[in-house]
């Protein structure tokens, strides 16, 4: 597997396959973030963003899909941050392919741009259901950081941080 930068020939599968990995979650988050998560160029053309694919080896089908922000700006969602702050959103594995280290692929390359980019805090949001994202925030060394939670709307934003200066 290998992870680069999205194209816009990639656009429309990595729409499809995020709200198909949203879709499977146990809690819907509706038709309107539906379309704000099919809404890649959007994302792609954001300062400071980068959309980055995973995709396999065979034939190079896109397995999954982040958005990775190198500090402030429209897709970096803590509106707490600080300089040196960034973070990720839309981490998505099409559910045809989890289980087999996509989305810890796409993770590690996050956090290998963002130290190569100089930043020192890594602030992620996720939510109550996504318990399988939280197991892997925490094998890769995020902790919870309740008191950072934010609402969005009906829904509570949970915030992990992982220090990139640290060992």
């Not at 300062?47 to 995709?55: D, R």
Request: with cysteine.
């Amino acid at each position: 597997m290998r992870v680069r930068e999205a194209t816009s020939d990639d656009y429309d599968e990595i729409a499809r396959l995020t709200v198909a990995a949203y879709r499977a979650l146990d809690t819907w988050v509706g038709d309107d973030y539906a379309a704000h998560l099919a809404d890649v160029a959007a994302r792609a053309g954001a300062g400071n963003t980068v959309v980055l694919v995973a995709e396999d080896d065979g034939g190079g089908r896109l397995l999954g899909s982040v958005t990775l922000t190198l500090g402030r700006g429209p897709y970096f969602e803590w509106t707490h941050g600080v300089d040196g702050d960034c973070g990720f959103r839309m981490l998505a594995v099409d559910p045809a392919a989890q289980g087999k280290g996509v989305g810890p692929r796409l993770v590690d390359e996050c956090l290998d741009r963002a130290r190569a980019a100089g930043c020192s805090r890594m602030v992620i949001g996720s939510t109550e259901w996504m318990v399988t994202a939280h197991r892997l925030y925490g094998r890769v060394g995020f902790r919870r950081v309740p008191e950072l939670d934010q609402q969005w709307g009906d829904i509570r934003g949970l915030c992990f941080v992982l220090d990139l200066m640290a060992g």
